[in-house]
């Protein structure tokens, strides 16, 4: 082929990409139109280059698409951007594990530190309060210092705060080791996301920002197992399970050492020689010339459009197309957290006893296969995220998360309906006033933390049962009476339940928490994050994914602070009818507002916000669109005019 037909079609495809590459200008074009436009673009400079190829001397320019093609299939991602992502995960791990391992350290701790229920409650939720408020500061951080800076001060503070929790001899210390870790959950769960979707290829990024919560996932897995394997050490066994969580933040600060900040962070900052580097390494044997282009220009628009004065929140609130951004990711953040997740994962060994499962040891244990359940279809979302897309996995997960609700709903309801009548009152020891004497159904015993059931089976029926006060150093017996003891327990023969009641119903219970697990764990779980990662300019990425980490956190805390008084007004099943009615709403929003970003350049995200809000279930056939952006020839790095500014 003629070198000049070669460059014409250089030409012709450069001109194509870069046309297609840019950001749309106008935010009331319709999307419809361009995609027309696109894709007839795209058929233009097809026919043209085969009539160039027939005019070169026959089928050249075929052979030559055909061949840039291949090699656009070939090229395969480097194995540092895995490096990157998996070292990036261990902030998702540390996230998982340090707020999974409190309930079992809890147990131990409150025993050797005698914590009344106001401490309890202190410690597990000050790490989530302080991870709100440390996810909405991380916005600046992120801004100001980079990615890498914040997922090291992330690490920092985590190896910090677990070396304080196993050294801490008093409460008062654990709270401040509580707190530090929180603010390192809440700065890795903003930024891990963001940087590993910034350095990740377009075809591989869901993918690859789903892996931070399969290590979310992974990390409370991981508690539960530790847990577990402590909880056979009465005595500081909680130092181990708290303060494990500082080899991995060890590792995390170390290797961060040594990778690179985010090329888009630094291509914004100015520093486009050190960026063009790093990309090139990220990218391998592909070209970057493109891509790089594309988030410069990107860049420059942005600034000329929303120009750069004032706080970036007021700017996103007053540019439309990110705030709708921000509706869609904090919203997707918000109903992530009612549709209660971490309530079923905090009660699940409750739910498991409620299913016949008595010994607590065991419930422990079978609490870790709730975690490992979760986990394990975490990883079925990494593989489907990039087949089906964000917008079908969500929307699919959360219709049968709904589904799962009302089922766990109907299993508490058919326990309460059954409930077995309180058929023995025993007197209270001197000086004991309890309420508990006064309930006549198990399910009103069961819904007072005060209070536990006590009785004896004949064979499936059960005879003699009493509400009793629960001890409160350990809620396995009572505090009087024939539940007072395991020796009571043999010698009267008597079972103890806390939280639940026995009936012939429990397994629908169970049911509902396997469905609603294995529905929820490859959609709702990840794509929250996933898509936040996605959704924003470079500009605003920083600020929108620290409101909507920020608005996941605090919907965190309010729902697993609320449940128990939820429970004692609307009862159990009542409870999880409203997280179901929570879900239902969610559904909604997700099918009106959530477009799909699968296989998009980040770049390109932002025009899918051009349209109103709530407008994307009419947009459902484009979906399976797909362009290809080939680049005929092209070197990986060289010196632009305008890079000279930071040469090394
Ligand atoms: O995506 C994660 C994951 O689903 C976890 O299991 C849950 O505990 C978190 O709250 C959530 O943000």
């Known amino acids: 082929m003629s070198r000049k037909a070669s460059e014409n079609v250089e030409y012709t495809l450069r001109s194509l990409s870069s046309l297609m590459g840019e950001r ?5 074009e319709p999307d419809a139109a361009s995609t027309a436009g696109e894709r007839s673009l ?11 190829g027939a005019g070169a001397g026959g089928g050249g320019v075929g052979d030559l698409e055909r061949a840039a093609r291949r090699q656009f299939q070939q090229d395969e991602t480097p194995a540092f ?4 992502a998996v070292f990036s995960a261990l902030g998702g791990f540390l996230f998982g594990y340090d707020t999974g391992v409190v309930s079992g350290a809890m147990l131990l701790l409150k025993r050797q530190l005698s914590l009344d229920a106001m401490w309890q409650e202190l410690l597990v939720s000050s790490t989530v309060g302080a991870a709100a408020v440390s996810a909405l500061a991380g916005g600046a951080l992120n801004g100001v210092f980079g990615r890498r800076a914040a997922i090291l001060l992330a690490s920092a503070l985590f190896t910090a705060g677990s070396a304080v929790l196993a050294a801490a001899n008093n409460k008062e210390t ?32 869901g993918r690859l920002v789903t892996i931070n919560t399969l290590f979310i996932t992974g990390g409370q897995f991981f508690a539960s197992v530790v847990d577990g394997a402590f909880s056979y050490l009465q005595k500081d066994g909680w130092r181990y399970m708290l303060g494990l969580a500082a080899i991995p933040a060890v590792i995390q600060f170390f290797g961060f050492l040594f990778l690179p900040e985010s090329p888009r962070w630094l291509i914004q900052k100015g520093q486009t ?15 970057i010339d493109e891509e790089y282009d594309s988030i410069k220009n990107n860049i420059e628009e942005e600034e000329k459009e929303v120009g750069s004065a004032g706080p970036v929140i007021f700017r ?26 971490n309530t079923i994962m905090y ?4 739910i498991l006893q409620m299913s016949g499962v008595e010994d607590d040891r065991l419930a422990i244990w079978l609490a870790s296969v709730t975690a490992f359940t979760n986990f394990i279809f975490t990883l079925v979302g990494v593989w489907l995220v990039e087949k089906v897309g964000r917008r079908k996995l969500t929307f699919g997960s959360l219709a049968g998360t709904t589904v799962a609700l009302i089922i766990l709903a109907l299993g508490f309801l058919l326990s309460a309906q059954v409930s077995p009548p309180i058929t023995f009152k025993p007197i209270s020891p001197l000086g004991q006033n309890t309420t508990c004497t006064r309930y006549s159904y198990c399910n009103e015993c069961m819904l007072d933390p005060d209070c536990g059931f006590c009785y004896q089976m004949n064979k499936s029926t059960v005879i003699d049962s009493s509400c009793v006060p629960v001890n409160k150093a350990s809620t396995n017996e009572a505090s009087w009476g024939r539940c007072e003891n395991e020796t009571k327990f043999k010698t009267e023969e008597v079972f103890w339940a806390y939280n639940f009641c026995p ?37 605003a990425r920083s600020t929108g994914n620290a409101c909507s980490s920020g608005i996941n956190w605090i919907f965190n805390v309010l729902v697993s602070l609320t449940f128990l008084h939820t429970a004692e007004y609307l009862t159990y099943y009542g409870a999880f009818f409203l997280y179901a009615g929570f879900a239902s709403v969610g559904l909604l929003f997700i099918y009106g507002c959530l477009p799909e970003t699968k296989g998009k350049k980040l770049e390109e995200i932002e025009s899918l916000f051009d349209n109103r809000l709530c407008t994307c279930g009419a947009s459902d056939s484009d979906e399976g669109r797909y362009i290809e952006y080939i680049r005929v020839k092209g070197s990986n790095y060289h010196l632009s005019d305008n890079d000279a500014s930071d040469v090394e």
């Open 81 to 84: 951007v895995y490096v990157v």
């Open 316 to 341: 996103m609130l007053s540019y439309p197309p990110t705030r709708r951004a921000l509706i869609v990711g904090c919203g997707l953040q918000m109903f992530q957290q009612l549709s209660g997740i």
């Open 347 to 350: 009660y699940s060994a409750t």
């Open 42 to 52: 795209l058929a233009a400079a097809e026919s043209s280059a085969s009539l160039q």
């Open 503 to 539: 009936t012939p119903y429990s397994w629908t219970a169970l049911l509902g928490l396997i469905l609603y697990l294995i529905f929820f764990a490859p959609g709702m779980g990840p794509m929250p994050w996933t898509v936040n990662s996605e959704i924003y300019p470079l500009w």
């Open 273 to 287: 020689q050190k960026a063009r580097r790093i990309l090139s390494q990220m990218r391998g044997n592909q070209t």
């Open 174 to 205: 654990l709270l401040a080791g509580r707190l530090v870790v929180g603010l390192g959950i809440g700065i890795a769960s903003m930024t891990v996301p963001v940087y590993i979707a910034e350095v990740s290829p377009p075809n591989l990024r």
């Open 24 to 28: 749309r200008r106008k935010q009331q």
